[in-house]
């Protein structure tokens, strides 16, 4: 009980954005990795609006200037080689400077040498499977009890009322403060894609595969988020939650889980 | 590009232009008449846009607000996924159809398609195809539920509609065969005298390469749900990990269908939007040859791009890398036509009829799919933007107001050509404010939600994305009620209205302004000869 308000206080604190309405860009995040997503992001979306300033100015202008109620006589001209040439090698030269940082980041975001921790993650229509391999901790993640209740067609329940509406689950992920987590995602069903916007991680987890992400979390927080590839009825109800935690607070937590959950077979979460 | 017929125009059928040889139901059952079957692909196209837009309604009230109100989560992924094909195979496809059957012969001056019957029996595969697609609504499981994209393993879950889905998708791919061979021999054989490649109308142009693509890729597709077929009752693994398949293969094999999809959708609006701007700029289109040249370049590129929808599946660094650089490298040659319609208005002298308030339209809202289609090639940023509502937004941006604004504007322009009326402008003006604004309130919030987190084809949300929703589901019932206006205009214009000159606007080009209007039921039955 007294984990579950100081995890509720944890939660309005960092990460109040999620919460936000209106809400109209992305999260910057709380990884280098996602920074640098963030960030590129942002550059993309400038350049983006940069050309579009010229374009739909250049169209604009037009529009109003060269329309026949203003009296004027159309030109013939048909075409311009070096207008062509310009406005090909142009729009071609942005795109290498896009493409070199963006490359630059992928290479970045590939280097999944050395983790400090190895967590894999396996779905099922529709929870998450969560397996600590070095720890011997094992447990099932589902949609928590309050979310599931409203959710249902005609419950009446309004989600407003429901705390973290869909976003909560029963067993949290666990992982320490500025460590190097590591991911293996896989599924035992159909497509899963485990989403977590903070870290700027999506892939997918599937049949017959074991995907790989990671990520170095560098602020605690309770961070939010949910399966992005369709899976069946449920799919929008089997949400991901990762708790960041300092060292110590995760050793212990770590060992409670151990307690609760350190058998060699992964059992069922009771849903309370 | 100037052309003259070899008769005065108005007279160019007096001797023998005599109607349809059938009347009634057997009129169109039995007709190899391009004009007729035209007809019937818009007339398909146009009602498989409401089935499919009601499909759209029912997700947009059930999004409207947090909490499930109206449907079960499984209905919600019926409703999305024969939306989806209902849209793309049933709606914008045959519409595509339908104004290359009406307007090919008459722009290159042949008397008719160059294999009739085959036009009439790709036409009428469609209803069938269609009929049994909707009949899915009804059997026991319910419709397809796993997304139009057919992803195994989750598509092999699908009840008894799944041998009927993929019965119709082999129908939907016949039927889109037939029609592209039809257009190709047409194209290739049937050009009236002095009509060289390159003084083809860019319609004809982007049309003729599009029917390459479709010829190309629908087989692929057709393997891919066989495939899926066979391992759902033959006990192939194609695509079960269990058995020693590879469920990624169906994605690889999905998408170099897929994407070259995506661009049989868009290379035709091109074609119609590069009519119309010209037209009602009073100016030639602006680099006539580097606007082939560019389609035949996104259409190469078409087949190079397809793994940038499955970046999250997981593939190589250079995988990835590759896949990016060509995915940008398609904005060279989008650009190049972009710029192109930019200069073909520069210094005209432009009057906005409806059509070139649509083709306008097109030009800004398309570019903005553009955009967002950029940011989406960029892979670090596309593992966020990836199945959110950034990607909804930005595929509806390119084939709402890209290709079906594209289609809206060619309807209206070529309307009075095919009845022999003018449509009430008024009328047709009010269609388009309402329709784009109520396109750009339904689609432009979807950017937001996916950059906030928001999961696509989920039936609900968590509560911090209701706003944003909430304006999406009003726009779209105003856009899907302003259609109504649509068809009222079509209907009125079809009835009676200003009589249509044989060149309906100012000195437009191209030979379908020729022939009277209404355009006979039988036209160039003597090739015109083009200088």
Redesign the interface.
């Known amino acids: 009980m007294t984990r579950r308000i100081a995890a509720a206080l944890i939660a309005l604190l960092p990460t109040g954005a999620a919460h936000a309405d209106w809400e109209l860009n992305m999260r910057e995040g709380v990884t280098a990795i996602s920074r640098e997503v963030y960030g590129l992001h942002m550059l993309i979306f400038w350049v983006c609006c940069a050309i579009a300033v010229f374009v739909f100015g250049w169209m604009i202008v037009a529009l109003v200037l060269h329309r026949k109620s203003r009296g004027v006589e159309a030109a013939q001209f048909s075409h311009s080689t070096k207008a062509e040439i310009i406005w090909t090698l142009i729009p071609a030269v942005i795109l290498v400077a896009m493409a070199v940082p963006a490359a630059k980041t992928m290479i970045a975001i590939e280097d999944d040498r050395n983790p400090d921790l190895t967590i894999k993650a396996t779905a099922y229509q529709w929870k998450w499977q969560y397996e600590y391999l070095d720890e011997g901790v094992s447990f099932y993640s589902t949609l928590a009890r309050t979310s599931n209740d409203a959710r249902r067609t005609g419950s009446g329940i309004d989600p407003e009322s429901v705390e973290n509406y869909l976003l909560e689950v029963d067993n949290h992920v666990v992982v320490p403060v500025n460590a190097k987590v590591r991911v293996l995602l896989t599924s035992n069903d159909v497509l899963h894609a485990w989403w977590m916007p903070d870290f700027a991680i999506k892939k997918d987890a599937i049949p017959g595969y074991i995907n790989q992400v990671w990520f170095r979390a560098e602020e605690p927080g309770i961070y939010r988020g949910q399966c992005a590839e369709l899976c069946g009825q449920d799919h929008g109800f089997m949400p991901i939650v990762v708790e960041v935690l300092e060292q110590d607070a995760y050793d212990a937590r770590l060992a409670a889980m151990k307690a609760e959950f350190g058998t060699d077979t992964p059992r069922l979460a009771n849903n309370d | 590009m100037t052309a003259t017929t070899h008769n005065d125009a108005d007279h160019a059928d007096d001797h023998h232009d005599h109607g349809p040889e059938l009347t009634g139901i057997k009129r169109w059952l039995f007709t190899t008449n391009h004009k007729d079957i035209g007809t019937m692909y818009l007339i398909f196209s146009l009602v498989m846009l409401f089935v499919g837009g009601a499909m759209a309604l029912v997700i947009r009230t059930e999004l409207g607000q947090?909490?499930?109100?109206?449907?079960?989560?499984?209905f919600y992924?019926q409703m999305?996924t024969m939306h989806a094909l209902i849209m793309i195979f049933g709606a914008v496809m045959p519409a595509f159809v339908g104004l290359a059957n009406w307007m090919i012969p008459l722009m290159v001056g042949a008397p008719d398609m160059a294999l009739p019957r085959m036009n009439n029996w790709s036409f009428w595969i469609l209803p069938v195809a269609f009929g049994i697609l909707l009949a899915t609504l009804f059997v026991p499981g319910g419709a397809p539920?796993?997304?139009w994209t057919m992803?195994p393993?989750?598509v092999l879950?699908t009840g008894d509609a799944f041998p009927m889905l993929i019965f119709a998708v082999h129908l939907m791919g016949i039927s889109s065969i037939m029609g592209a061979i039809n257009i190709i021999v047409t194209i290739l054989n049937m050009r009236a005298p002095g009509m060289t490649l390159l003084k083809m109308p860019l319609f004809v142009w982007t049309w003729l390469i599009t029917a390459y693509l479709l010829i190309a890729v629908m087989p692929v597709l057709a393997g891919a749900v066989t495939m899926l077929l066979t391992d759902q009752f033959f006990g192939t693994s194609f695509f079960r990990?269990?058995g020693g398949?590879?469920?990624?293969m169906f994605q690889h094999i999905f998408w170099f269908f897929g994407h070259p999809e995506v661009y049989i959708m868009i290379l035709p609006a091109f074609g119609i939007i590069s009519e119309i701007i010209p037209t009602f700029?009073?100016?030639?289109?602006?680099?006539?040859?580097?606007m082939v040249y560019a389609t035949a370049s996104i259409a190469f590129l078409s087949f190079i791009v397809w793994a940038h929808h499955m970046f999250?599946?997981?593939m190589p660094?250079t995988g990835?890398?590759f896949f990016?650089?060509t995915t940008?490298?398609i904005?060279?040659p989008t650009?190049?036509k972009?710029?192109n319609w930019?200069?073909t208005?520069?210094?005209?002298?432009?009057?906005?009829e409806t059509p070139m308030l649509f083709a306008?339209a097109f030009?800004?809202l398309f570019?903005?799919g553009g955009?967002s289609g950029?940011?989406l090639a960029?892979?670090?940023?596309d593992?966020?933007y990836?199945?959110?509502y950034f990607v909804v937004a930005h595929f509806h941006y390119v084939l709402v107001p890209g290709a079906i604004f594209a289609i809206i504007a060619g309807v209206y322009y070529w309307l009075p050509k095919w009845t022999g009326h003018m449509y009430n402008e008024t009328l047709g003006k009010a269609h388009f404010w309402l329709t784009t604004i109520f396109v750009n309130l339904t689609f432009f919030p979807m950017h937001?939600l996916g950059?906030?987190?928001m999961?696509?084809?989920?039936?609900?949300?968590?509560?911090?994305f209701?706003?944003?929703n909430l304006v999406a589901t009003v726009g779209a019932f105003g856009f899907g009620l302003s259609q109504l206006l649509f068809v009222w205009i079509i209907v009125q214009c079809a009835r009676g209205g200003k009589k249509a000159t044989a060149e309906v606007w100012e000195n437009p080009v191209g030979l379908e302004w020729t022939v009277p209007s209404p355009a006979p039921h039988h036209t160039f039955d003597e090739p015109p000869v083009v200088k």
Not at chain 2, 66 to 74: A, L
Not at chain 2, 281 to 290: A, E, I, N, V
Request: no cysteine.
């Open positions: 947090p909490g499930m109100q109206f449907v079960q989560p499984d992924n999305v539920a796993g997304g992803y393993p989750l879950q990990a269990a398949g590879d469920p990624v700029s009073r100016k030639p289109l602006f680099g006539y040859t580097s999250t599946a997981g660094l990835q890398l990016m650089f940008m490298l904005a060279v650009g190049v972009v710029f930019a200069a208005m520069w210094k005209g002298a432009m009057t906005f306008v030009l800004f570019t903005i955009f950029l940011m960029i892979v670090p940023a593992f966020q990836h199945d959110s937001f950059l906030a987190g999961p696509r084809r989920i039936p609900d949300y968590s509560t911090q209701a706003d944003f």
